[in-house]
């Protein structure tokens, strides 16, 4: 008897002689349990983001605080940066009275559950006498609402075969932007004209503990089991690159020398980080020199800190955290696709990152006309690009998919410089908006499945949460190149430049074609067991 896997429960497919239409696609991508867990459990992810910043800073703000007290507030968002250090103890333990809960629900409930208990002991907090306490709250919101995130992106990656991994895509981000809309603009109204803020705080901890029921009734996936003996064999190149002696199986370690392992990597590399960062040699060279040596500097001290957490997680054997990334380093071309990762969204972020300082300084408009077009609209059009990318990739291989949707998003940013050209005009505002973020929900349907197919189902909570962090890259650093070309070439000549920044990752799509149409292949079946 073969072992089940999250494919056996696809919908049945017409027969060879007879292609589904579009209706028919439409409604085997997006008519079944499944997708209706991705909404549910998307809202439940975006939902905690604006509790822990935007909703608690108008609080801060109402309660009278002074704003050096309420920018400090930001740092309690640094869990969703560093989400993938923890990531690996979420593919290692399985909560749940004899796993009854499943590996990935387990997670998602006990982190709603906890993200409730703060909700609840945040509206019992006065910010004007108990700051440190609501400080500390916040930092929690925060790291449980990155966990509950990771386990998510996990139970997604496992539960959806290929030919919903769009479909899926779409439908969590439509539940990531509604819950957003609920925890920000509808949160503010309740706590201001109807609530209050610690009433507001509570009914949103009961909306946690109705999804955390909710959750429940989700599917189950057949997962793979956290590493296992027993799995299978390993070719660990990243292993033979680093000078270590390559493991041959992936053995799951007892929970001791797995946390042992976890608290020599954070310490480890905070260590590294703290000193390299505050060397007395970093005044002296960069200050003079002006802020690009100090983001050098920044970044070199990043390199160094996680180069020194990955040698002592592997010198204390923590086998969570190092064998995902063996397991990924094994596949052929995992470089270039680390590579592709990063560039892929780069042109829209380079576009992007400056958007808001164009409209209203390049080109004229009130924060008022910005906020009602660039915010409102901007939104729509994502969510109905995400959804209409999901739709596609139903019957669009991935491969065409993210080269389709990567020129539109190159093509896109050619919006914004007929604005730069053109006399001030709300419609063209209106449209290139539009366009942009049309274009770029549908890259993002088609990023994220792509991310989905490479996690491997064992790792996929570690494996999944590295790579996304790994996406996140090259935005932090078209800020500051963005703001250098804008003040050296003006607004419509880094707006073309922004279309160039698109086809490095085009022409590395160009020969990843093979990989990244492989993953579209359905997984051989298992072996019966011995």
């Given amino acids: 008897m073969s072992t089940p896997n999250a494919q056996s429960a696809a919908p049945r497919e017409p027969s060879s002689t007879e292609a589904p239409g579009l209706l028919q696609t439409y409604a085997l991508a997006f008519g079944n349990r499944r997708i209706g867990a991705m909404l549910l459990l998307g809202f439940a992810s975006g939902l905690p983001l604006a509790l822990s910043s935007g909703t608690l800073q108008a609080w801060l703000t109402v309660e009278g605080l002074d704003l050096k007290t309420i920018g400090f507030f930001a740092l309690a968002g640094l869990p969703y940066t560093f989400k993938f250090v923890w990531a690996p103890l979420l593919d290692r333990f399985e909560p749940g009275a004899e796993g009854w809960l499943g590996r990935r629900r387990g997670w998602l409930v006990i982190t709603q559950v906890a993200l409730a208990i703060l909700c609840w002991m945040l509206a019992g907090l006065d910010p004007q006498t108990e700051i440190a306490a609501v400080g500390t709250c916040a930092v929690l919101l925060a790291f449980f609402s990155a966990s509950q995130d990771v386990a998510f992106d996990a139970y997604r990656a496992d539960l959806l075969p290929a030919q919903e991994r769009g479909a899926g895509a779409a439908v969590s981000v439509l539940g990531y932007r509604l819950a957003m809309l609920v925890s920000g603009g509808l949160a503010l109204v309740l706590a201001d004209q109807w609530l209050g803020w610690s009433n507001m705080y509570r009914a949103v901890g009961v909306l946690f503990v109705m999804l955390a029921v909710a959750g429940l009734l989700t599917p189950r996936v057949a997962e793979s089991k956290a590493p296992d003996p027993t799995d299978r064999q390993l070719e660990p190149a990243f292993s033979k690159t680093l000078g270590t002696a390559p493991s041959k199986t992936l053995r799951r370690a007892p929970a001791s020398v797995e946390l042992r392992g976890f608290a020599a990597m954070v310490i480890t590399g905070l260590a590294l980080w703290t000193l390299v960062r505050w060397l007395p040699a970093q005044t002296i060279l960069t200050t003079p020199l002006g802020r690009w040596p100090t983001l050098g500097w920044d970044t070199v001290s990043i390199v160094i800190a996680a180069g020194g957490a990955l040698w002592a997680a592997r010198r204390a054997r923590f086998p969570s955290f190092v064998e995902p990334w063996d397991a990924f380093f094994s596949r052929p071309h995992a470089v270039a696709l680390l590579a592709f990762i990063v560039l892929y969204k780069l042109g829209d972020a380079f576009a992007g990152s ?58 896109s ?115 019966p067991s011995p």
């Fill in 354 to 411: 400056l958007s808001t300082a164009f409209l209203i300084r390049g080109v004229g408009f009130s924060a008022t006309e910005v906020g009602a077009v660039n915010k409102a609209l901007g939104l729509v059009a994502t969510i109905v690009g995400v959804l209409a990318g999901g739709a596609w990739l139903a019957r669009a291989p991935l491969w065409s998919a993210l080269m389709t949707f990567g020129v539109l998003q190159a093509v």
């Fill in 413 to 527: 940013n050619l919006g914004y410089w007929v604005l730069a050209v053109s006399p001030k005009s709300l419609p063209l505002m209106a449209g290139a908006i539009g366009l942009e973020n049309l274009c770029g929900g549908l890259g993002t349907a088609a990023f994220v499945a792509f991310l989905m197919a490479l996690t491997d189902a064992r790792f996929s909570a570690a494996q999944f949460a590295l790579l996304s962090a790994l996406a996140a890259v090259g935005r932090v650093y078209v800020g500051p190149t963005a703001g250098v070309l804008v003040e050296t070439t003006g607004w419509p000549t880094f707006f073309v430049i922004s279309v160039f920044t698109a086809l490095p990752a085009l022409w590395m799509l160009m020969r990843l074609r093979g990989p990244i149409s492989a993953l579209d292949r359905p997984p051989p079946p298992s072996r």
